[in-house]
Every structure is written in C-alpha cells, then in structure tokens.
C-alpha cells in the first residue's frame, strides 16, 4: 500500500493568509481588496492623483509595492 503525499500546510487552502514581506508586490486585485474597493475604483484614485502609483512593467502587467500600500492605508 503506498502512502498519501505529505500536505504543506503552506500550500492548503485552509492555511492563513501570508504577512507581505517588506519588497512584496501586489497585484491590483490584492490592492483593491485590502482597501475594500473595486479595481477599477483603484485605477480611478490612481489617475485622480489620490494613491500612489503602481510599477509598470507592461500595459497589463502592473504591480504596488506593499510597503506604499501600507504606509497609504496608515494615512488614511
């Protein structure tokens, strides 16, 4: 009989949610969810001048240093 695989509790579904590191970036949808609004309301404050802007790696690819994100949420 062989043996189930070993589950990483890292990698179920049921594990908390990870802290961000300092140098994490996030996408525009983790954004919008931590400051419970939609993603296009981000790209709206984004262009309104009202959070910070994302880096840029393409047109679609788009992400914000959690670090800003933070020190955006601690103004608010």
Do not use: C
């Not at 594990?15 to 590191?21: H, L, V």
């Not at 994100?69 to 608010?76: E, R």
Request: overall charge positive; proline content about 9%; aromatic content about 6%.
């Amino acid at each position: 009989m062989m043996k189930p695989p070993a589950v990483n509790p890292s990698t179920t579904a049921l594990s908390a949610p990870r802290r961000p590191t300092t140098d994490e970036l996030l996408t525009s949808r983790e954004v919008a969810r931590r400051l419970a609004i939609s993603v296009r309301t981000l790209f709206r404050l984004v262009r309104a001048g009202k959070f910070p802007e994302p880096v840029r790696y393409n047109r679609r690819l788009v992400r914000w240093k959690s670090e800003v994100v933070a020190m955006y949420i601690q103004q608010l």
